[in-house]
C-alpha cells in the first residue's frame, strides 16, 4: 500500500554529486548499514557539465530504494516535477508487486518548480539500435508524424543491451556517428556502470538509465524521446504496470517523452526503408550482442527482425532469411515476442510463403493453448485444487 | 475516405454567462451535417480566451475517428498538443480497431508557441464527481496528504453532462449537495461546468478524461494542470476499455496539462486514506442506476463493489449506503464470464484477499468467484445438450464438495 505518512522505520538513502573529475559525472547513493553505491556517466568525445538539479541521478538509481524500502534525501536541488512523478512511479510498481517495491518518499535540500517546458523544435532521441527505437527516430526525422520534431540530438547509451565484452565503446560510437551523420544530428554516446552495478532489472527494463543520459545529454533542448519498450499489443496480453504509466521520468527542465507503441514491426520496417533506407543496416534486436556490432542471428529478438523485414518484402543486410526453423525457436513465453510475432503474422506483404504459413500456424497453436490454460485453471479453481479465477 | 470535419471555435456571453462552442461542419453520422458541442460556465460572466484549442479538441477528435473523418481546426493548436492528441487517435486506433477504423489526421490552421509565466506554481483546477475517486483525489492534494508529490488545488470544478444528464438538474444538484462538505473542508473556490460535450456517448468511456478536461480547461489561465482521478490503478493496468493513465496524459497540451492522480492506489486503500473524515465519506456517491438521485442505491454492481472497497477497508456498515453489506447483495451480482468479472475480482477480491478478510460476504463472493466460467466455455456451452452442462455442474459441485 502507497505509503502516505513518514513514519518508515528503515533509515533514508542519501543521494549526492560525488567531486567531478574531466570526464565523468558521479553520484553516490548511501545509506547505513549498506554499501554506498557509486554510478557515473560519461560522454564520449564530450564533456558532459555537472547538472544543476540532480533529476538525472535520481531517475537512474530509482530501482534500488524502491526495492530496499524507505525514504530518499537528496543532498542538491530536484525539481518539483521529477519528485511528482517518480513517487507516482513507486507508488505504481508497489501496487504492482507489494512484496518486491515499495513506494517510495523523495526529499532534496531544495526543490524548485518552474513550469514545464513546452514542446520545443528540436529534441533528442534515445536510439539503442532496436527496430522501434530506430522507427521512433525515422518518423520524427521524415516528420511524419503530426506534431513531430525535428532530430537534434542522438543518444546512444552504450553496453545496456548484449553480452560481448571485446567490442570496445569507441568503435561502437563511430558505428553510431556513421549513421547519425546521415540524419544530420549530432550524436552523444553515453558509458555508465548502471547495468554493472545492478541498476538495470529485468522488471523496470533500461528506462530509468536511458532517461538519466537523456537528462544529461540534452538539457539545452529541454525535449527528448524514447521508443515505447512494450508495444500495446503486448500489454493487452500481459498487463504491466510500466507502459501504463505517463511519463514518469520528465522533470522541470527537460520532457522525456515515450513514442510509438502502436505500430506493427512490419510497418515499422516498411517506413524505415521508405525515409531512411541507410538505417536499415543498424537495426539490431539481438540480445546476446551490443546493438551496433554484427547480429548473433540466432536470439528471439533477432529471429523477429529477421521475421519483420521479411514480412515487410525485403532482408535485413547483415542476416539470413529466416526460416521455418527460426519460427519454431522463437521463445513465445516472453510476452513481447509473442506480441511481435502474432503482429508480424497478420501483416504480411506477400502473404502464403512457407515462413508465414509457419508463423501463422504458430499464433494459432498460441491462441488455442490460451484458450486451453483457461479452461484448466477454470477447473483448478471450481474444484478448489488451485486459486481462484479469473486473474 | 471521407470528408474532414471542420471545427472553428466561438465564445460568447449568454444570460450573463460565459458560452463557448465548438462548431462542427460535414460531419458524417448522428447530428450530421452540423454539431455544435458547448460548455456554459455559470455564474461566470467573462474568462480569458484559450491561447491553444488542445483541451477542446480530444472529446471531438474521438468521435470524429470513429466515422474516420480527419479533423480541420480553424484555429491554434500548440505543438505538444498536437503531437499529443494524434498520439491518442494512434493508440486507441490501436487498441479498438472495431470502433475507430483509421488513425485520422488532425490539421490545424495554426501551430502556436505558448509558455506560461516564469514564476506561476504548479497549481491544479481539480475535476470532482462526488465519487470516491475524486474524492481521494481533492482530499489527498487539498489537505497536502500527498507530501511533496502534492498538487496545490486551485479550485474545483464539478460539470454537469457527464455523470448527470443534461436534463436531470435534480440529479445534478443532488450531487452537488452531496459533494459540498468536500468543498467546504478543502476551502477552495468551486465552479460548474455545464456542457453537452459527451453528446450521445459513442466515445465514452474513452473520452471521460479528455473531456473532462476540456471541461476544466476554461480555467487554465488560474493553473497549468488538471487533475483528474485515476480509472485504472497501476497494479491492473488495463488497456482495452478503461482510461489508463498513459492515454489519459495524452489529452495534455503546451498550455494546460493533466496529470493523473491515484493509479498507485487500490479503491480500498483511498477509502483507508479517506477514514479520518467521516463526514466525506458520507457523501461518496457512486451509483447512477438508483431511483433516488441524491443516494447510492446499494444493490446494483457499482455500489456493491464500492461496498466490498469498504469492506476491505473494515467498514461492513459504509457510512454513504443506508444498509450494511450483507450476502443477499453478493449473490444479486451477475458473474456470467470471467471478461465481465475480471474489474470485481481485481478491484475487489484482490484486496480482501491482501487483507484476509472474512465473514460470509466474502466467503460467498469466494465460492462464486471460483465457479465463474471462461469465455471459452461460455461459447461451448451454447453448443453443449442439456444433459451434458448437468452432468458437467454436478461433477464440479461434487469436487468441490470432496475438497472441502
Excluded at chain 1, 504509466?245 to 514491426?265: E, K, N, Q, W, Y
Aim: neutral net charge; proline residues 8%.
Amino acid at each position: 500500500m502507497p505509503s502516505t505518512s513518514y513514519s518508515a522505520t528503515p533509515p533514508p538513502w542519501k543521494l549526492a554529486l560525488e567531486p567531478q573529475s574531466d570526464a565523468r559525472l558521479e553520484a553516490v547513493l548511501t545509506r547505513p548499514g549498506s554499501q554506498p553505491v557509486h554510478t557515473w556517466f560519461e560522454c564520449l568525445g564530450r564533456r558532459l557539465l555537472p547538472p544543476e538539479e540532480l533529476d538525472p541521478f535520481i531517475a537512474a538509481v530509482l530501482p534500488m530504494p524502491l526495492r530496499a524500502e524507505g525514504a530518499v534525501h537528496v543532498a542538491g536541488t530536484l525539481t518539483r516535477e521529477v519528485v511528482r512523478n517518480l513517487i507516482d512511479a513507486s507508488e505504481g510498481w508497489e501496487d504492482w508487486n507489494v512484496d518486491r517495491y515499495t513506494a517510495l518518499r523523495i526529499s532534496a535540500d531544495r526543490i524548485i518548480d518552474p513550469p514545464v517546458p513546452t514542446f520545443s523544435r528540436r529534441a533528442a532521441f534515445a536510439w539503442s539500435g532496436s527496430l522501434r527505437s530506430t522507427h521512433t527516430l525515422v518518423r520524427h526525422y521524415a516528420r511524419s508524424v503530426p506534431g513531430g520534431v525535428q532530430v537534434g540530438r542522438i543518444v546512444h547509451v552504450i553496453g545496456l543491451q548484449g553480452y560481448a565484452r571485446t567490442i570496445s565503446a569507441d568503435a561502437i560510437a563511430a558505428e553510431v556517428n556513421k549513421h547519425a551523420e546521415r540524419l544530420g544530428a549530432t550524436v552523444a554516446c553515453v558509458v555508465t556502470n548502471a547495468r554493472e552495478i545492478g541498476l538495470v532489472e529485468a522488471e523496470i527494463g533500461v528506462l530509468p538509465v536511458v532517461a538519466a543520459a537523456l537528462h544529461l545529454t540534452a538539457t539545452d533542448l529541454k525535449l527528448a524521446f524514447h521508443a515505447r519498450r512494450w508495444p500495446f499489443s503486448a500489454q493487452l496480453r500481459y498487463p504491466r504496470p510500466e507502459p501504463a504509466f505517463p511519463d514518469v521520468f520528465c522533470g522541470s527542465r527537460m520532457l522525456i517523452r515515450a513514442d510509438g507503441g502502436a505500430t506493427t514491426p512490419t510497418q515499422m520496417v516498411r517506413e524505415v526503408y521508405e525515409h531512411a533506407p541507410f538505417l536499415l543496416a543498424a537495426i539490431s534486436g539481438c540480445s546476446e550482442r551490443p546493438r551496433f556490432t554484427a547480429p548473433c542471428g540466432d536470439c528471439s529478438g533477432c529471429i523477429i527482425t529477421l521475421l519483420a523485414f521479411a514480412a515487410a518484402g525485403t532482408a535485413h543486410p547483415a542476416l539470413p532469411l529466416p526460416t521455418v526453423i527460426d519460427v519454431e525457436r522463437l521463445q513465445w513465453s516472453d510476452p513481447i515476442v509473442a506480441a511481435e510475432a502474432t503482429e508480424i503474422a497478420s501483416d504480411w506483404s506477400t502473404a502464403g510463403s512457407r515462413v508465414h504459413q509457419a508463423l501463422r500456424r504458430r499464433v494459432e497453436r498460441d491462441r488455442a493453448n490460451a484458450g486451453s490454460v483457461e479452461v484448466r485453471r477454470w477447473l483448478a479453481s471450481a474444484t478448489g485444487l488451485g486459486p481462484i479465477w479469473p486473474r | 475516405m471521407s470528408q474532414p470535419v471542420h471545427i472553428w471555435f466561438e465564445e460568447t456571453q449568454e444570460d450573463g454567462e460565459v458560452v463557448r462552442r465548438l462548431v462542427c461542419e460535414s460531419v458524417v453520422g448522428p447530428g450530421a451535417p452540423r454539431l455544435d458541442l458547448w460548455w456554459r460556465i455559470p455564474g461566470i460572466p467573462s474568462l480569458p480566451t484559450p491561447p491553444v484549442l488542445d483541451s477542446l479538441l480530444g472529446g471531438p477528435l474521438l468521435w470524429a475517428a470513429m466515422s474516420g473523418q480527419d479533423v480541420v481546426v480553424h484555429g491554434p493548436v500548440s505543438r505538444g498538443g498536437l503531437y499529443n492528441l494524434s498520439q491518442l487517435i494512434e493508440v486507441r486506433q490501436r487498441l479498438s480497431p472495431e470502433r475507430y477504423p483509421r488513425v485520422i489526421e488532425l490539421r490545424p490552421d495554426s501551430i502556436r508557441e505558448v509558455a506560461r509565466d516564469d514564476h506561476e506554481p504548479s497549481k491544479a483546477i481539480a475535476a470532482m464527481s462526488g465519487g470516491l475517486d475524486s474524492t481521494f483525489t481533492a482530499v489527498r492534494h487539498g489537505l497536502n496528504l500527498a507530501g511533496e508529490a502534492t498538487i496545490p488545488i486551485e479550485a474545483i470544478v464539478m460539470i454537469h453532462g457527464f455523470d448527470a444528464s443534461l436534463d436531470r438538474v435534480d440529479q445534478f444538484d443532488a450531487m452537488r449537495r452531496r459533494a459540498e462538505p468536500t468543498i467546504k473542508l478543502l476551502k477552495v473556490p468551486f465552479y460548474v461546468v455545464r456542457t453537452n460535450s459527451k453528446l450521445d456517448g459513442r466515445t465514452w468511456p474513452h473520452s471521460a478524461i479528455p473531456l473532462t478536461v476540456g471541461a476544466l480547461s476554461h480555467f487554465g489561465h488560474l493553473a497549468p494542470i488538471a487533475l483528474v482521478s485515476s480509472g485504472a490503478p497501476y497494479g491492473i493496468p488495463r488497456f482495452g476499455i478503461s482510461h489508463p493513465t498513459v492515454i489519459e496524459s495524452l489529452a495534455s497540451g503546451d498550455w494546460f496539462r493533466v496529470v493523473t492522480d491515484g493509479s498507485g492506489f487500490g479503491r480500498a486503500e483511498k477509502v483507508e486514506t479517506l477514514a479520518p473524515y467521516a463526514a466525506i465519506l458520507a457523501t461518496i456517491k457512486v451509483c447512477w442506476e438508483g431511483d433516488d438521485p441524491g443516494k447510492n442505491c446499494g444493490e446494483c454492481q457499482k455500489c456493491v463493489m464500492t461496498r466490498l472497497n469498504f469492506l476491505a477497508a473494515g467498514m461492513r456498515d459504509a457510512p454513504c449506503f443506508d444498509t450494511p453489506l450483507s450476502p443477499e447483495l453478493i449473490a444479486g451480482l451477475s458473474m456470467p464470464s470471467t471478461s465481465a468479472v475480471r474489474d470485481l475480482f481485481r478491484t475487489c477480491w484482490n484486496e480482501l484477499e491482501a487483507r484476509n478478510c472474512s465473514g460470509p460476504e466474502v466467503d460467498l463472493l469466494r465460492r462464486r468467484l471460483s465457479r465463474v466460467p471462461p469465455d471459452v466455455a461460455v461459447v461451448w456451452k451454447r453448443w453443449l445438450p442439456r444433459p451434458a452442462k448437468q452432468f458437467i455442474k454436478r461433477a464440479l459441485a461434487w469436487a468441490s464438495v470432496s475438497r472441502c
